[in-house]
Nanobody, 117 residues
């Protein structure tokens, strides 16, 4: 089992920036997927960004060019740098970990990001 602890959410004006962190602990595999989902009120949870143990990354079209996912292997931490934030980015952001595409998903507790004037 892997435990995930998130930090870094908050409120920001449109055009602003935030950085989310997700610290992982426990039985971390040498191969994995990690990243972020988000869920806005009344909407389904959507995948925002993924980083694989290989280093490859994927982004949702809605955040490409604005969000950057990265990791610090020594700290077992994944980051999501969010720039040029828009009101539609407002959501609860959840860190996730998955050993493989067939594995169960471990979730963080979620952190609120609010973008408003």
């Amino acid at each position: 089992q892997v435990q995930l602890v998130e930090s870094g959410g908050g409120s920001v004006q449109p055009g602003g920036s935030l950085r989310l962190s997700c610290a992982a602990s426990g039985s971390i595999s040498s191969t994995y997927f990690m990243g972020w989902y988000r869920q806005a009120p009344g909407k389904q949870r959507e995948l925002v960004a993924t980083i694989r143990s290989s280093g490859s990354m994927d982004y949702a079209n809605s955040v490409k060019g604005r969000f950057t996912i990265s990791r610090d292997n020594a700290k077992s931490t994944v980051y999501l740098q969010m720039n040029s934030l828009k009101p539609e980015d407002t959501a609860v952001y959840y860190c996730y970990y998955r050993r493989s595409i067939f594995s169960d998903t471990n979730w963080g507790q979620g952190t609120q990001v609010t973008v408003s004037v």
